[in-house]
């Protein structure tokens, strides 16, 4: 059986800790691993738009030795409507790992249940869990390395701010926590994290030592985080949508101001957009991290591949930890 990474509590604390300290590793000696030398295929396929993940993908893939198949779904015959266990069944004859960017968790899920070779989230509407895998290393890089516990990040914070139900939003409570993170999600009371997710990590929070805070209050959120973190208002396929303008979520933007409240690095997965969710003045002055955070995607998906093609046979992190109703 191979090991999918289909959400961000797919790697128990130990195992994501071994994959940030890959991707440290990679980071300072970038051509150290050849997992795919052959050179064995990835697949990348994206249904949206894409830049960094696009282009960290690409270039890893062949930096790991391997050969990047970049597939536009829209030109495929999956954007025609082929199934995806159809797709799922041709790729898995031919390449070594499936990377996808879709909509819904479903469609992932589904591509994983018929796939026998390793299948990635590049992001859903759901989660978005390689940016948080380089979220995470750029903490580490930034505030003192990783603890010597399982819990990668333990000691750290992390506050969140916009729209606390999307993919980010999800992606850094399961992720922040299993690094062991003490995590703070501030948005509007109707665009709150998915209470489902939300006890999920309340229960791996339970284990690492992290520490989970839902509020609308965006000063509590980032005062004295390590990191305060925002994105996009309007994720991909919500545009149009009412209840997204900026009155909706205006006292969540990132300013100078508020940044005064924590002394933290601030992050931002990008794209941004200036004077929405966060002043220019944060984004592009001297505690914004944003540049190592794009470049680290890289070395975070390394790191990552490496380790999923390294341990094809073992359990998955849903039996390393005690599991609840949230799942
Ligand atoms: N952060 C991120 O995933 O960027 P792209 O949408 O450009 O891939
Ligand atoms: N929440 C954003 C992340 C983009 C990388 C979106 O889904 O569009």
Redesign the pocket.
Not at 48 to 53: I, L, Y
């Given at each position: 059986m191979p090991r999918h990474f289909l959400k961000d509590d797919d790697l128990a604390p130990a195992e994501q800790k071994e994959v940030l300290e890959l991707a440290l590793a990679l980071a300072a000696e970038r051509f150290a691993k050849r997992p795919l030398a052959g050179p064995r295929t990835v697949a990348i396929l994206f249904d949206?738009?894409?830049?960094?993940?696009?282009v960290s993908f690409a270039t890893g893939v062949a930096e790991l030795g391997g050969n990047p198949l970049v597939i536009d779904a829209a030109g495929s015959q999956l954007g025609r409507g082929e199934s995806v266990a159809d797709t799922a069944r041709v790729l898995t004859r031919q390449v070594s790992a499936i990377v996808w960017?879709t909509f819904g968790q479903e469609r992932i899920e589904e591509m994983a249940r018929y796939a026998s070779v390793p299948v990635v989230n590049?992001?859903t509407d759901e989660y978005?869990p390689?940016?948080i895998l380089a979220d995470l290393v750029t903490i580490a890089q930034h505030t003192g390395g990783l603890a010597d516990s399982d819990a990668a990040l333990g000691g750290r914070s992390l506050a969140y701010l916009g729209d606390g139900a999307n993919n980010m939003a999800h992606s850094y409570l399961l992720g922040g926590v299993t690094a062991g993170m003490d995590v703070r999600i501030a948005s509007p009371g109707d665009h709150a994290p998915d209470p489902a997710v939300v006890r999920r990590a309340e229960e791996i929070a339970a284990v690492t030592g992290g520490a989970v805070t839902i509020t609308d209050d965006p000063v509590a959120a980032v005062l004295d985080a390590s990191a305060v973190i925002t994105d996009t208002w309007v994720s991909?396929g919500q545009e149009g949508e009412s209840g997204r303008d900026e009155s909706t979520f205006a006292t969540y933007g990132v300013t100078e101001e508020l940044m005064a409240h924590s002394g933290g690095i601030f992050l931002h997965?990008?794209?941004a957009y200036r004077g929405k969710e966060v002043e220019a003045s944060v984004i592009d002055g001297p505690r914004s991290v944003v540049w190592d955070e794009?470049e680290n995607?890289l070395h975070a998906q390394k790191a990552l591949l490496t380790w999923l093609l390294e341990h094809p046979d073992d359990q998955t992190a849903a039996h390393a930890l005690p599991i609840g109703a949230g799942r």
């Open positions: 949206k738009a894409s830049t960094r993940t696009r960017r590049a992001l978005h390689c940016q991909m997965c990008l794209p794009a995607r």
